[in-house]
C-alpha cells in the first residue's frame, strides 16, 4: 500500500521566513506533485516533478527518487502564501490515480 | 483559472438518497478523475475515466459511479448515500499531450444528513 506522509502537518511562521515542508513516500512513483489548496476547497497545481529540481518564482521543489522524498521551500514568505500545502504521488503505472498526504497547513503572520 | 468547473457548488441530502455531480473541462482533456476529500484529510482517489471507459479506480463501493461524455464533461452518482459520505468531490481533468498535470475543479460541497 502507498502511504505519503508530509511534515509538519502545521506550521505557523513570520514574514520572510524560509519555509520547508517535507513529503516521504513508500512505493515506487512515475510522478510527484505539489499542491495548494486554498480554504474552500480549490486545489492549484504547483508543480509535477519526476527528477530533480523546479522552481516558480519563490516556490522551489525538489526530489530524491532514491530515498523517496520530496521538500516544498518557500522563500521570503507572505501572509498570502498562506495555504494547506499537499503532496500527492502518482504511482509507477499510471491509472490508479493520484495518492495524496493530509497535507501541510501553513499559516504566514505579518 | 483551471479551466475546470464542478456543479453544485454545495449540497445537502438526506440519507438513503442519490446525488450527481458534475464536472466539465476545456475541450482536449481526455482524462477525468474524482476524489473524495473528507474534513482534515487528503483526498481520495474514487476512479478515473479515459475515453468515456473506467480505467483506474479506488477503494470505493459500487455505489460510486460515473459517467464521461465527448463534450469533456463528466458525472459522479453515489447512491443510497451514507452520512460518511458528506465531503468536498473534487474533479481534475488531464490535457492530451500534457503529460501528468493536474486541473482541478473548485469541488462539490456534499452533506449528508
Avoid at chain 2, 460515473?66 to 481534475?92: H, I, K, M, T, W
Wanted: aromatic residues 8%; charged residues 15%.
Amino acid at each position: 500500500k502507498n502511504e505519503v506522509e508530509q511534515s509538519p502537518q502545521n506550521l505557523t511562521a513570520q514574514e520572510g521566513e524560509f519555509i520547508t515542508i517535507n513529503c516521504s513516500y513508500s512505493v515506487g512513483i512515475s510522478a510527484l506533485h505539489w499542491l495548494q489548496q486554498h480554504p474552500g476547497g480549490g486545489i492549484v497545481s504547483l508543480f509535477m516533478l519526476s527528477s530533480g529540481k523546479k522552481k516558480h518564482g519563490r516556490l522551489i521543489a525538489t526530489i530524491n527518487i532514491q530515498e523517496k522524498h520530496s521538500s516544498l521551500h518557500i522563500t521570503a514568505s507572505h501572509p498570502r502564501d498562506s495555504a494547506v500545502y499537499i503532496c500527492a504521488v502518482r504511482p509507477g503505472g499510471g491509472a490508479d490515480g493520484l495518492t495524496f498526504g493530509k497535507g501541510t497547513h501553513l499559516i504566514i503572520q505579518p | 483559472e483551471t479551466g475546470v468547473t464542478q456543479s453544485p457548488t454545495h449540497l445537502i441530502k438526506t440519507r438513503g438518497q442519490q446525488v450527481t455531480l458534475r464536472c466539465s473541462s476545456q475541450s482536449g482533456h481526455n482524462t477525468v478523475s474524482w476524489y473524495q476529500q473528507a474534513l482534515g484529510q487528503g483526498p481520495q482517489f474514487i476512479f478515473q475515466y479515459y475515453r468515456e471507459e473506467e480505467n483506474g479506480r479506488g477503494n470505493f463501493p459500487p455505489r460510486f459511479s460515473g459517467l464521461q461524455f465527448p463534450n469533456y464533461s463528466s458525472e459522479l452518482n453515489v447512491n443510497a448515500l451514507e452520512l460518511d459520505d458528506s465531503a468536498l468531490y473534487l474533479c481534475a481533468s488531464q490535457m492530451v499531450g500534457v503529460p501528468d498535470t493536474q486541473y482541478f475543479g473548485p469541488g462539490t460541497r456534499l452533506t449528508v444528513l
